[in-house]
């Protein structure tokens, strides 16, 4: 146990009575009463059904809930194995219920889950969201085997997702992550993710659980540090991914915030990485991909244009220090078009992002106010999105999103003359 | 009457000179410490401004804002030069107000102990006034995002609001500080900051009674049956 990775003394002595595992299932939580049950009744499952000969362990690492989150935990059990067709259930079930400590957020979470991990000796780890409505016990076979039995050391995941969900993923992470890095992880801040024993120790050494990094940019964190330190990776096809409704009080300029700046915070660190990469690479995906029916979603396109709109007229200022005046002019002659005709072309949004990855390098102005102010502009190109592909079914949004991404890698040139050394 | 004449010539002119005598030891003491302060100040005005500029001074109050500030207040120096200029005038400044005593002029010396005990007070209100005007910034433009960001209609005012709330406080607090008419200065300040609080209350509630509905209903109304929030998740 490195010094770095503390655990609290009660922990260690719960993991010193359960002793050496093979595979560890972390979940992170907090006020996940709701939800996490299932979640717990499909990982206890998928251990039986997919891991009977191995030792497996369950760690629930809690931010403090006030739900009874943990009481569920410690209680959810699948009243009869035999049901999901688990012909010898496992002896024992390993599940262990921690608070986490550190700095609020999910990568403090994930800290205790790989320290208690490495503690164990485990041979693989997975990570699965507390809020999924939609987790089966093959979810913990497919994060979990390609490490056991193919050696690879990250499993992202890969998902049927409505076509107008995870729009900062598809319109700014993935294709920018694909641009910079040079491989195709179509989920780069998916949630669910497996874990080689290697790449594990490997993150745990890092110098970022004490940054803002790990309270909330963890999941993209994970992944580049995957990519750009030469990890063997893969992509798992997991099926549909349906979360809880989300938590009215999560503010989207705050998770933009979070997750596109940390994406600029690992372009500083990592830009000997990126400048080198051309093009990308395809990512070997596993699992049996299928169709599956979603649930409708509302998308309230008026309003996301109202607030860009009223960005393009207000927000000028500040635009001004962050955007090429080219740009700028383009983006504010598009709040003038009416709705029905309103389109915000790839190749601007290519630039806009690139030009606040650039002020974002040349601190033109403070690093919150920076990125707030990108999101009326994602806004504009969400709005733009949703009207484009009204009609169109899963394959045509994907050919989208791809050309997207293609936008991305040509003009990562512009990208990097701009960059200061 | 003779000896009478030329003893009180020369004695005149003995304590004429023996005045001379004694102040040109302290005229020239006094020109070659300002000599050396111009000097000096040159000295450290350009070894100041390379120094910062080689620590990105300029870029930090790019960042910061400051130079903004600086182009809106029509001085066209870079930050850099200014703090170099600044520290050259204020050795300048030091340089001649030590000259100066070093005549021992008795009134000379009295004016400038009383203005060395002012100086304090001048600084901090300085001082108050710079971080005022980059916290009345830093903070306009933060509620100008925010409102922006929550589709909040007319998100430049809020801006401005605080902008101004907040250079108030600071210019307040600067005249407070300098002693100027303190009871008047605080009085003043209440009045005014009241009056703005009373006219922002009495303009949202009259003049802007729909848009205080629809505000004040998408923070508090029941959102159950609402259609207005998207239902999707952006990651």
């Not at chain 1, 999910?106 to 503690?119: H, M, N, P, Q, Y």
């Not at chain 1, 290697?198 to 964190?221: C, K, M, N, R, Y």
Request: with cysteine; glycine share 8%; charged share 20%.
């Amino acid at each position: 146990m490195s010094a770095s990775t503390p655990l609290p003394e009660d922990l260690r002595t719960r993991l010193a009575e359960v002793g050496e595992v093979d595979v560890v299932v972390g979940i992170p939580s907090f006020n996940n009463a709701s939800t996490i049950g299932h979640v717990v009744r499909a990982v206890q499952a998928g251990f039986a059904k997919y891991f009977p000969a191995q030792r497996t362990l369950l760690v629930n690492s809690d931010g403090g809930s006030s739900d009874g989150t943990p009481e569920v935990v410690q209680t959810a059990s699948v009243a009869d194995l035999a049901t999901v067709l688990v012909a010898e259930p496992q002896k024992v079930v390993h599940r262990i219920v921690t608070p986490y400590h550190g700095l609020p957020g999910k990568g403090s979470a994930l800290r205790t889950v790989f320290a208690a991990a490495r503690e164990v000796n485990a041979r693989a780890c997975a990570v699965v969201d507390a809020d999924l409505r939609s987790i089966t016990p093959e979810w913990i076979d497919l994060l979990v085997s390609p490490v056991l039995r193919l050696g690879y050391d990250f499993v992202a995941p890969l998902y049927s997702r409505h076509k107008y969900d995870g729009t900062i993923t598809n319109g700014i992470v993935y294709p920018l992550t694909r641009a910079l890095y040079g491989l195709r992880v179509r989920q780069p801040i998916g949630g669910e993710f497996g874990l080689s024993t290697a790449l594990l120790a490997h993150l745990l050494d890092q110098p970022v659980w004490e940054t803002e990094v790990a309270s909330f940019g963890i999941d993209i964190w994970m992944t580049t540090t995957a990519i750009t330190d030469g990890f063997r990776i893969c992509q798992s096809f997991l099926g549909a991914k349906i979360h809880d409704a989300k938590d009215p009080g999560v503010d989207l300029a705050v998770m933009l915030t979070q997750v596109v700046g940390t994406v600029f915070l690992l372009m500083e660190s990592h830009v000997n990485a990126w400048r080198n990469a051309t093009g990308s690479a395809p990512v070997r995906e596993l699992g049996f991909e299928y169709a599956v029916g979603l649930e409708p979603v509302r998308v309230n396109v008026e309003r996301m244009l109202g607030i860009f709109g009223t960005a393009a007229r207000e927000l000028v200022p500040v635009w001004e220090r962050v955007l090429e005046p080219g740009t700028l002019a383009s983006v504010r002659s598009l709040a003038e078009a009416p709705q029905s005709a309103f389109r915000f072309p790839a190749e601007l949004w290519v630039k806009a992002v690139y030009e606040f990855a650039l002020a974002h390098h040349r601190k033109a102005i403070t690093r919150d106010h920076l990125l707030r102010s990108l999101t009326p502009l994602y806004l504009g190109r969400t709005a733009s999105f949703v009207l484009e592909t009204s009609d169109a079914g899963a394959g045509e949004v994907e050919a989208v999103v791809e050309g997207l991404c293609k936008e991305y890698e040509r003009l990562k040139p512009y990208l990097i003359e701009r960059w200061e050394v | 009457m003779g000896a009478t004449f030329s003893e009180r010539l020369l004695g005149a002119l003995d304590v004429f000179f023996e005045g001379v005598m004694r102040f040109l030891p302290g005229l020239l003491a006094g020109l070659l410490i300002i000599t050396v302060g111009v000097l000096a100040g040159w000295v450290v005005k350009a070894v100041a401004r390379r120094a910062l500029v080689v620590a990105r001074f300029d870029r930090f109050c790019e960042s910061a804002g400051l130079t903004t500030i600086l182009s809106r207040a029509d001085v066209r120096a870079t930050p850099s030069a200014l703090v170099a200029s600044l520290l050259f005038w204020l050795i300048l400044a030091s340089s001649l107000m030590a000259g100066a005593s070093a005549l021992r002029v008795d009134v000379i010396n009295r004016l400038i102990a009383e203005s060395f005990l002012y100086l304090p007070r001048v600084l901090s209100a300085l001082g108050i006034l710079l971080v005022g005007f980059l916290l009345a910034n830093f903070l306009s433009r933060a509620a100008l995002l925010s409102a922006v960001n929550a589709h909040v209609p007319s998100p430049r005012i809020i801006g401005l609001v605080v902008k101004f709330l907040i250079a108030v406080l600071a210019f307040a607090m600067a005249l407070e500080q300098l002693e100027i008419a303190k009871s008047i200065v605080l009085a003043a300040f209440i009045i005014a900051f009241g009056a703005v609080m009373l006219g922002l209350a009495i303009a949202f509630g009259f003049g802007g009674r729909d848009v205080a509905r629809r505000v004040l209903e998408r923070q508090f109304g029941d959102r159950g049956g609402e259609d207005d929030d998207d239902t999707f998740r952006h990651v």
